[in-house]
């Protein structure tokens, strides 16, 4: 059983002696305010063959990697002459040895721009480094299939504290240009970007006539990449994890006995595993639950596809949960209410039932569009979201054994969440027995009460620029603080890559899930610097062959130097409840805040 994981933040090796001795680095700052993200200047650099990388250093500054020569300074001042705005820098040759660690990788790094690669496309636009494979590209279909419409990306970024953090950026034609919705910059304002012929991305010059693509997405629509898929060594080098694999042995090929980059080991401290039996037991406490309710289906359709559909639930809530439901046009106060309404692109804002409320009533909508062909896998999660429902009108706590978990005393919960642009605090303080209470707690001088040192906590980390996903007061007193990292888990994707390309098609079994993907599943914490960090991956148990998304790391910290006590927090995670099929990575009360603040 691996007993160690790894994770985004880069363990790595610069010879800047070598370095120095291969590469000129420049710095170019200018005289204005400030250099804007889409100027003109920081790809028309790129287009010099002598210059291999570039990268924003601040506002007004860039850096620049040339491969070694004594012309490079005049260069660099021949280019900016025939630039607008060139005049305006000032050019300065840097000493590689002050360069910031993680610039200087940058640098490296956006140099991949001119590595050969058939499997994937480097891009170093505007000081960033895109990476993108061929299948991503977004075509017309059939006649159209000659037209990209859209070209997803991956962006690779080492930050100020060593981290390697990977986005989704989606190039767009200008073709669909009706189909965004431009506030802050006009379509004019943004670079534009053809499609050159070594299926790489460029700045679109004066003399091209081909199509230009901007970088944003259309409105309403998120390209997706996946995080991981191990169906085979294609599939593979299509996802996130394929893409960084390939990404940092290229990487490690340029640049060997200059620099390399490989990702930090941590040593796991305590696991919690989603086992069949707590698979049972969550079973078995929604099962409880629903034999002492009454439920039914409010059709408020009413036409023949709806009294078809409202049967095919009856029989489907019938044969998962051996309920007798029923049907109806009114919601009843004491029953748990199933709204069958169409989605809200069907009602176009008027008349919408969606933003009917219903207080002191268990309402859960079932939208007839996106349900009608995933009601038997959406069925759970219906369910669940209408206990949920009910046990915020009854305060208190169905679907978890609550006094299991031996707090002798209340533990409270505490999120921030913004409301109509104004920033507002909210807490759900959980008695030993499972009953809850939910407050607001205003910003007050002069209101001082339980909650108040919780909301300044929110306060302060503003003004620190630390994002906190949550807070938990233990019975003790000590507060326990739940803050972003911005680290996610690596898997073990060199064996994963070794695996597939020798054939082997078939990494399952128990055995298998613990070598390559340990990082992934389910949940575990390590330690370090006297801190607790933990995560929730997918459940181990019958594991799919791909992973939609990343596994996300947080930090726990005790509040004015209070101890960590998070140990009878985590199972708190291992619910199914919150995200069908999947664990919660936020402990579940956290949940109940989040639909009693949608209900306000």
Same mark, same amino acid.
């Given at each position: ?62 850096? +620049? ?9 005049? *260069?660099? $001042?021949?280019? &900016? !002459? %025939?630039?607008?705005?060139? /005049? ?77 953090? +990977? ?9 669909? *240009?009706? $189909?965004?919705? &431009? !506030? %802050?910059?006009?379509?004019? /304002? ?411």
């Amino acid at each position: 059983m691996n007993t160690s994981i790894r994770t985004n933040e880069l363990e790595y090796f610069l010879d800047k002696k070598i370095i120095s001795e291969k590469y000129d680095i420049f710095s170019l700052e200018t005289s204005d305010k400030y250099i804007k993200h889409g100027s003109y200047i920081l790809d028309a650099s790129i287009l010099c063959n002598d210059i291999k990388s570039i990268k924003f250093e601040s506002g007004r500054k860039i850096l +620049i990697l040339m491969n070694k020569s004594n012309e490079n300074k005049k *260069r660099i $001042k021949e280019l &900016f !002459k %025939k630039i607008e705005d060139g /005049d305006t820098f000032s050019i300065e040759e840097q000493d590689v040895e002050a360069v910031k660690d993680y610039l200087l990788i940058q640098l490296l790094l956006n140099a991949l721009g001119s590595y050969e690669s058939e499997v994937l496309k480097y891009n170093n636009l505007t000081g960033h480094l895109y990476c993108f494979h061929p299948n991503w590209i977004k075509r017309g279909k059939e006649k159209q299939e000659s037209i990209i419409w859209k070209i997803p990306c991956l962006e690779l970024s080492v930050t100020s504290d060593l981290r390697l953090d +990977i986005s989704v950026k989606t190039f767009t034609s200008e073709r669909l *240009r009706n $189909k965004i919705t &431009f !506030k %802050k910059r006009k379509f004019e /304002d943004y670079p534009k970007y053809i499609f050159a012929a070594n299926n790489t991305l460029r700045r679109r010059l004066k003399e091209d006539k081909e199509t230009s693509f901007i970088q944003r997405q259309v409105d309403g629509v998120k390209s997706e990449i996946t995080f991981l898929d191990i169906q085979n060594i294609e599939k593979f080098e299509q996802s996130k994890m394929g893409v960084l694999n390939y990404v940092i042995k290229s990487f490690n090929q340029k640049y060997a006995g200059i620099s390399s980059l490989k990702f930090r080991e941590k040593e796991v401290g305590q696991r919690l595993d989603y086992t069949k039996s707590v698979q049972r037991e969550n079973a078995l406490r929604v099962k409880e639950k629903l034999a002492s309710e009454k439920i039914r289906l409010v059709d408020i359709i009413g036409d023949e596809y709806s009294r078809i559909f409202c049967e095919k639930i009856k029989d489907l809530l019938k044969s998962k949960y051996d309920l007798d439901i029923s049907i109806g046009k009114k919601v009843l106060n004491e029953d748990l209410n199933l709204l069958l309404i169409h989605n809200a692109d069907y009602y176009e804002g008027e008349n919408d039932p969606h933003d009917k409320k219903y207080e002191g009533i268990a309402v859960q909508h079932i939208t007839f569009e996106d349900f009608a062909d995933s009601s038997e896998f959406a069925i759970d999660t219906v369910i669940h979201e209408l206990i949920i429902k009910k046990d915020l009108q009854e305060k208190k706590i169905s679907l978890f054994d609550w006094p299991k978990l031996g707090f002798t005393v209340p533990v409270s919960f505490g999120i921030e969440t913004e409301i109509n642009e104004i920033e507002r605090f909210f807490f759900m303080k959980v008695n030993p027995n499972g009953s809850f209470e939910i407050k607001e707690q205003v910003l007050s001088l002069f209101e001082m009460n339980e909650y108040s040192e919780l909301v300044g906590i929110f306060e302060n980390a503003e003004e620190k620029s630390e994002v906190i996903k949550g807070l938990i007061r233990l019975d003790n007193g000590n507060i326990n603080v739940i803050k972003d990292t911005g680290l996610f888990t690596i898997p073990e994707v060199e064996l994963i890559e070794k695996h597939l390309r020798e054939g082997d098609n078939k990494l399952r079994g128990k055995e298998r899930r613990e070598e390559l993907l340990s990082s992934c599943l389910d949940i575990k914490t390590y330690e370090e610097n006297g801190n607790l960090f933990y995560f929730v991956g997918i459940i181990g148990e019958g594991m799919r062959q791909n992973i939609q998304r990343g596994t996300i790391i947080r930090k726990i910290d005790g509040y004015n130097g209070a101890p960590i006590e998070f140990n009878e927090i985590l199972p708190m995670m291992n619910v199914s409840f919150v995200k069908n099929g999947q664990l919660t990575v936020m402990p579940f009360p956290f949940k109940y805040l989040r639909e009693y603040i949608s209900a306000l």
